[in-house]
């Protein structure tokens, strides 16, 4: 079974897939922090953000994994736990240069597919819905105001421990940039594939979002 969870950047993707792979004992798959893995490398061996050849022979000389550590999500590079250093402000303002770069989508979309053939997955990201998985059992497209995403990620970070220069207005502008920038590129934009069921998060509690799609779940679980 594959659950996609797409949308824009803090409408709650991930805190919901976690919980709802959680439940159902399915594994979850953070296709961002893969995305912002690629860029934390782009600038470890100081190439350019745009620098496509360059990236990708870091990526294939060190090692991107996703792995499970005491019920925790994390991110390594070769040994190296790099799951908080993926999400500071300056790696979320390359990103998206980073993965508009074709062949590092390629690459990542080729590894999200493998995970995904060989077990039950709630997968988030942008393109999940349209690219990764078009043949998804449910497909889910969070949204919710750019204002309140702000708001989230500034109290996300302050309960990481990120210390944060920015002001709420400045997440706000950088937030708005990004989804601009994922929505407008040439491969896989994010957007919303056709046969998804739009959730606007805007007023919602977790709890409310993470029950909304496991109906849904056990909607399409009878149908199977
Ligand atoms: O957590 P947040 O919503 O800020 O972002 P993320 O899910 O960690 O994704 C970071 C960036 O990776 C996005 O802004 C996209 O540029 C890129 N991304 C993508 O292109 N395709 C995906 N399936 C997932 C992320
Ligand atoms: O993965 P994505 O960037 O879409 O968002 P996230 O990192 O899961 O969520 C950003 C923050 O919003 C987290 O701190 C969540 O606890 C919070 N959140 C919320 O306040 N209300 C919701 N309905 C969903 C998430």
Do not use: C
């Amino acid at each position: 079974m594959q659950v996609a969870i797409d949308g824009p950047a803090s409408a709650g993707k991930s805190t919901v897939a976690k919980i709802i792979a959680q439940k159902l004992n399915f594994t979850y798959i953070d296709t961002g922090a893969m995305y912002r893995a690629s860029t934390w490398l782009a600038r470890e061996h100081k190439l350019s953000y745009g620098d496509e050849k360059g990236i990708l022979a870091a990526i294939e000389q060190e090692n991107i994994e996703l792995k499970s550590v005491a019920g925790q999500q994390k991110v390594f590079v070769g040994t190296k736990d790099i799951s908080q250093e993926i999400r500071t402000p300056d790696i979320s303002a390359h990103v998206s240069q980073v993965s508009a770069l074709a062949g590092v989508r390629e690459k990542m979309v080729k590894l999200q597919r493998q995970m995904a053939g060989k077990m039950n997955v709630v997968m988030d990201g942008r393109d999940i819905g349209t690219t990764v998985l078009p043949n998804a059992a449910v497909k889910i497209f969070l949204i919710a105001s750019a204002h309140s995403r702000a708001e989230r990620r500034m109290k996300d970070f302050k309960e990481r421990g990120i210390k944060v220069d920015q002001s709420l207005a400045e997440i706000e502008h950088d937030i708005a940039e990004r989804d601009y920038k994922d929505s407008h590129r040439k491969i896989s934009p994010l957007k919303k594939a056709q046969d998804a069921i739009e959730i606007d998060t805007t007023a919602m509690t977790i709890e409310q979002v993470v029950n909304a799609i496991l109906f849904e779940i056990k909607k399409s679980q009878k149908k199977l």
